[in-house]
Each structure stands twice: as structure tokens, then as C-alpha cells.
């Protein structure tokens, strides 16, 4: 119940207790004459009194709780008083206030209900479930045939784990009330936790009897009898909601979960069509059974082609929800089917476009694809309905560099590493593509600049540092750091032939050859004699330790490759070294 509800409740209940014909009005005047207020006493807590609930009624409750308490001062025993401040208390967020308050109330006056109601609620809602389970068993013993004090009884004592006398409490108020489908099913529950199985299935058979059609019992009273080993019972009964309803989705879902569960996989197979073609079985009711069969369908060619008529089935019926043609998307995506993923997620986005994942999936897919035309416009339309989330402004910066559009992934870049909270990993990916960025807009300073700052937020990054080392190694510049930086790659990631050609590469530049030569050579080796680089900067590093001959033969081999300098003919030609 609303907080300010109980309060203007007690004005409208007992906040007139100063009129004469009032009983609490009498009990009141007993307490005044037995506190022996003086005749001016009486008069000014009266006045007091009127005024606070006058505050009460034009909702002015910081004068009202000023009142209340000017008037205790005078009258101590003024149970109203403590009733009224326990629901100021309350509104104001000062619960062990409130509970006190109301505490006061029902030990000054124990036989009214209202004040054991607002003490019972408050320790009931403040976990105080002990404390609200007498409060309740006092208010059934002032009115044992108020049905309503059980219930609040009932959940206390459950909270309790006093499961047995939570059903007592539910008995007794069906005895007033009569059976209820409400009342019913939650004797139901409580008998199946009490180990009762044979009174839960009474309970709901007290139900079928009062409504033989109605279905949704029929269903728990079958999976009850599923789940205390009564299959055939079971099944009986299964077939027994279809006689009442032979469209019934749900059933058909429950009835494919019995026969797979027993063995019958082609009838099960023949129930879970049904159930995927029905409208009325929810969305998420079938994506449960997707995800079971698509991990199941991994690696299976008959479960999988079992689970793609399923969805062929789901995305029609369910045509206008999302799901549907995201779960299809994740299937396909899985089997290797990027192109035709796209197509279901990008159906999905048309229907709901507030999908962050699908999103997100649907700008990797591109990334993948090398899509980065259609990357760079749907990452501008995610950052419509996601203009804070990093992620984005990522993917659109990506889409931007490869696109040689620099200065708008610098742009995208920038503006996102500022939204990115505790992810240091992610702050790495945005310096190190910035340091890109500005490389390639020959802005050395500010490249170095997010490269550094890269590696402080992930120093194991071993992409920037071999990019970083290899820019810096094709300047000349800070070549001890490239050196640093090139080395700890290759601890970090040993044998990987663009690392050790990078390496080898700023040795070179160092001019120590002997050591540049050995790691060429690996870098060579690791990489099959493929990469026209490698085998142009080996080519290189011999032309240096004067084996002339051997280096123009690795400069026809770079050649050869495809992929080479702008230098090489010139280098074979002349039998010299061009930078």
C-alpha cells in the first residue's frame, strides 16, 4: 500500500478519534483523564491533535509530523499519535522509526486492528518476518473470519520456511472464502513441497472438477504426474487437453518434450512441428528448443537439417518478431553461411532496430567480409539509437581507415575512446588505431603519441608494438625503442614470421647486419619463402655483408612473389641497394 495511503487511511479511520460518538475518542478521553492533564493540558493537546490531521488532510506532512509530536509531549499515551507518526515516519524512509512508532500504537491500544495492520506490514516488508507472523496471529485472533490477515500470514510463515503452518493459514482462509483457483493452486505448490504428491493432485483435480475445460490445470496436473514418474497418467492426460483443445501449442510443446524424453523421437519430431507452426506457443518457448537443437545439430547433417525446417517454419509464423530471424541468423552464421546471416540479422534490425548484439554482429560480419561500404553505414546507423556506446564509433573508424578516409576515423576514433569505461582493452584498440590513422597522414608525432599510450593501457599488445616498432624502424627514429619493442614481440609471440622480419628489419637499420641477416633468415624460413617483403629485406641485409650475388638472387625471388618495393628492378638491374 502506498505510503501517504496509510497515512490519510488513519485520518479517515481513526484520525477523528476527537469526536465524542468515536470509540477511540472514549479511550482517548480515558487516557487523558487518567494521564491527569490539566483542564489547559487537555485543551492544548486537543488543539494540537485537530491541527495535525487538519496538516494530514491539505498534505502538508513536515507540519503534521510537528503537531504529532508536540502533542505526545503533552499526552504520552496517545496512541494515534504514534500510529499517525509510524506512517510519517514511513513516508519519509525512517523505517525502524516507523516500526517503533507503530510498535508504541498497538501497545497502547492491542485490540485495534489498524495499528497491528501497519505494524504487521512494516516488519513484513522490512524482512522483520518473525516480528510481522505475531503481529498477523494477533489480527486473526481479533477477527478470526477476516479472510484477508491469512494471506500476509501465509507469505511471512513461507519466508520462514514454515511451510506446514503457511498451509494452515490457507485452509483457514478457505473456510471463509470458500475454494478459490488462486487459493488452490498454491495449496498445490505447498503440498509438492511438503512431499504430498497424492493432496497436490487432489488439489487439482478439485479444480478440473469445478472447470473441466480449463486447460492451463489440465497441463500442470500432467506435468506433475511427469514429474512423480506417472508417464502413462501423463500422457493421458496430455491427450485429454487435446480432446478440449486439439490447436493447443502449448500442449503439442510438452507433448514433444514426453516423447523425446521416452524414446519416441519421430513423434516427438511430429509434436515439435506442430507446436513451432502454432501462434499461440510464445517466441522464447521455441527459442529454448533452438538452442538445445542447435547444440545438438553441431557437427550432426540430420539434426541440422532437422533444425533448419524448423526454422524455415518459425521465421514464417513468427515472421514480424525479431527472434525469430536472429536464432536463424546465429545457425547459419555457425555453419559458415556469413552472407546469408547477414540477410536474417538485417531482418531482425528492420523489425526492432534497438538490438545492440545484432548489431554488433552484423558490423563484425562486414568487418569480416570486407563489406566496409555497408559497414561505414550502418555503423552511422547504429550510432543513432547507440550514440554512447563505444563500440560503435569503433567500427565506424574502422570502416573509415580502410576506406583511406583518415581524418573521419580519426574523428569516430577520438570521439570514442572518451565513452570507454573499464575497458583498457578497448582504450589499447582506439590508440592503436588513432596511431594508424596519423601515421598514415604522416603525423609522426601524434602516431608515436597513441602508440605509446596503446601500450600503456595493454602492454602485451603485440600488434602495436610490432607496427609501432616497424613504422619507427622505416623512419630511423627511436630505433633503441623499436629494437625494445620488436624483441618483446617476439618473446611474447615467438616464430611468427612478420615479427621476426620486423625485428630483423630495425637490426637492419641499426646496422647490425650479422644479427639483422640471422633473423631474416628465420623470419624466411617460418614463412615458406612466400612473402616478397621478407625475401626483399633478406635480399637487403646480404647486399650489406657484401654477398652480391646472393642478394640480387632474393630480389629476383621478392620479385617473383608479387610483392616488392617500387626499388626492385632497379636494385637487380644495378646490383645495388636503393632505401
Same mark, same amino acid.
Given at each position: 500500500?502506498?505510503?501517504?495511503?496509510?497515512?490519510?487511511?488513519?485520518?479517515?479511520?481513526?484520525?477523528?478519534?476527537?469526536?465524542?460518538?468515536?470509540?477511540?475518542?472514549?479511550?482517548?478521553?480515558?487516557?487523558?483523564?487518567?494521564?491527569?492533564?490539566?483542564?489547559?493540558?487537555?485543551?492544548?493537546?486537543r488543539r494540537l491533535f485537530h491541527d495535525a490531521n487538519s496538516y494530514l488532510i491539505t498534505e502538508d506532512y513536515e507540519r503534521a509530523f510537528t503537531k504529532f509530536n508536540e502533542a505526545i509531549t503533552i499526552h504520552p499515551e496517545c496512541a494515534a499519535c504514534y500510529y499517525q507518526l509510524s506512517g510519517l515516519y514511513d513516508f519519509q524512509g525512517r523505517t525502524s522509526l516507523a516500526i517503533s512508532s507503530a510498535k508504541k500504537a498497538s501497545q497502547l491500544s492491542p485490540k485495534n486492528r489498524w495499528y497491528l495492520l501497519q505494524l504487521a506490514y512494516l516488519n513484513q516488508r522490512s524482512g522483520i518476518h518473525e516480528e510481522a507472523v505475531k503481529s498477523f496471529k494477533q489480527l486473526v485472533k481479533l477477527s478470526p473470519q477476516s479472510a484477508e490477515y491469512y494471506f500476509p500470514l501465509a507469505e511471512s510463515q513461507l519466508y520462514l520456511g514454515r511451510k506446514k503452518e503457511a498451509l494452515q493459514s490457507f485452509e483457514q482462509a478457505e473456510t471463509i472464502i470458500g475454494k478459490t483457483p488462486e487459493l488452490t493452486l498454491q495449496k498445490h505448490r505447498l503440498y509438492l513441497e511438503l512431499g504430498q504428491s497424492d493432496k497436490a493432485i487432489q488439489e487439482l483435480e478439485n479444480l478440473i472438477e469445478k472447470n473441466p475445460n480449463d486447460v492451463a490445470v489440465w497441463g500442470?496436473?500432467?506435468e506433475l504426474y511427469e514429474e512423480i514418474g506417472?508417464?502413462?497418467?501423463?500422457?493421458?492426460?496430455y491427450e485429454k487437453i487435446l480432446e478440449i483443445d486439439p490447436q493447443n501449442g502449448l500442449v503439442h510443446l510438452s507433448l514433444y518434450d514426453y516423447f523425446r524424453y521416452h524414446g519416441n523421437s519421430k513423434r516427438a519430431k511430429e509434436e515439435l512441428r506442430i507446436a513451432i507452426s502454432s501462434e499461440d506457443v510464445p517466441i522464447d518457448s521455441k527459442l529454448q528448443v533452438m538452442l538445445r537443437l542447435f547444440n545438438e545439430s553441431e557437427g550432426n547433417f540430420e539434426k541440422r537439417k532437422e533444425a533448419y525446417d524448423y526454422l524455415d517454419i518459425m521465421s514464417a509464423v513468427d515472421s514480424l518478431d525479431a527472434k525469430a530471424h536472429t536464432v536463424y541468423g546465429d545457425f547459419l552464421y555457425r555453419d559458415g553461411r556469413a552472407k546469408d546471416a547477414l540477410k536474417k540479422y538485417r531482418k531482425a534490425i528492420q523489425i526492432d532496430p534497438d538490438h545492440f548484439t545484432i548489431w554488433n554482429q552484423i558490423m563484425l560480419i562486414e568487418f569480416e567480409m570486407q563489406a566496409f561500404e555497408d559497414m561505414l553505414v550502418d555503423s552511422?546507423?547504429?550510432?543513432?539509437?547507440?550514440?554512447?556506446?563505444?563500440?560503435?564509433?569503433?567500427?565506424? =573508424?574502422?570502416?573509415?581507415?580502410? @576506406?583511406? *578516409?583518415? /581524418? +573521419? $576515423?580519426?574523428?569516430?576514433?577520438?570521439?570514442? #575512446?572518451?565513452?570507454?569505461?573499464?575497458n583498457d582493452k578497448l582504450l589499447s584498440e582506439f590508440h592503436q588505431n588513432l596511431g594508424q590513422a596519423n601515421h598514415e597522414l604522416d603525423r609522426n608525432e601524434d602516431s608515436d603519441n597513441h602508440f605509446e599510450l596503446a601500450l600503456t593501457y595493454d602492454p602485451t599488445n603485440v600488434m602495436v608494438m610490432n607496427n609501432y616498432s616497424y613504422y619507427l624502424s622505416l623512419r630511423k627514429a627511436k630505433l633503441d625503442r623499436a629494437a625494445e619493442l620488436s624483441k618483446r614481440t617476439n618473446e611474447l609471440m615467438p616464430?611468427?614470421?612478420?615479427?621476426?622480419?620486423?625485428?630483423g628489419w630495425v637490426l637492419?637499420?641499426?646496422?647490425?647486419?650479422?644479427e639483422a641477416e640471422l633473423w631474416l633468415k628465420k623470419a624466411m624460413v617460418a614463412d615458406g619463402y612466400k612473402d616478397g617483403t621478407i625475401l626483399e629485406?633478406? =635480399?637487403?641485409?646480404?647486399?650489406? @655483408?657484401? *654477398?652480391? /650475388? +646472393? $642478394?640480387?638472387?632474393?630480389?629476383?625471388?621478392? #620479385?617473383?612473389?608479387?610483392?616488392?618495393?617500387?626499388?626492385?628492378?632497379?636494385?637487380?638491374?644495378?646490383?645495388?641497394?636503393y632505401e
Open positions: 500500500m502506498n505510503q501517504l495511503i496509510y497515512i490519510l487511511l488513519a485520518f479517515i479511520l481513526i484520525g477523528c478519534s476527537i469526536r465524542k460518538n468515536s470509540a477511540e475518542n472514549s479511550t482517548e478521553q480515558n487516557r487523558l483523564e487518567n494521564n491527569e492533564l490539566s483542564h489547559s493540558e487537555s485543551q492544548q493537546f500442470i496436473l500432467a506417472q508417464i502413462d497418467k501423463a500422457l493421458e492426460t552511422k546507423k547504429a550510432l543513432e539509437i547507440y550514440p554512447t556506446q563505444p563500440e560503435f564509433y569503433f567500427f565506424n =573508424g574502422l570502416a573509415n581507415i580502410q @576506406l583511406k *578516409k583518415y /581524418e +573521419e $576515423a580519426i574523428n569516430s576514433f577520438s570521439q570514442g #575512446k572518451e565513452l570507454v569505461i573499464d616464430g611468427t614470421s612478420a615479427y621476426m622480419d620486423t625485428y637492419f637499420q641499426q646496422e647490425n647486419f650479422q629485406h633478406y =635480399g637487403d641485409v646480404l647486399f650489406k @655483408l657484401q *654477398k652480391i /650475388e +646472393e $642478394a640480387v638472387e632474393y630480389w629476383e625471388k621478392a #620479385k617473383n612473389s608479387g610483392i616488392s618495393s617500387e626499388q626492385i628492378d632497379k636494385k637487380i638491374t644495378d646490383r645495388q641497394y
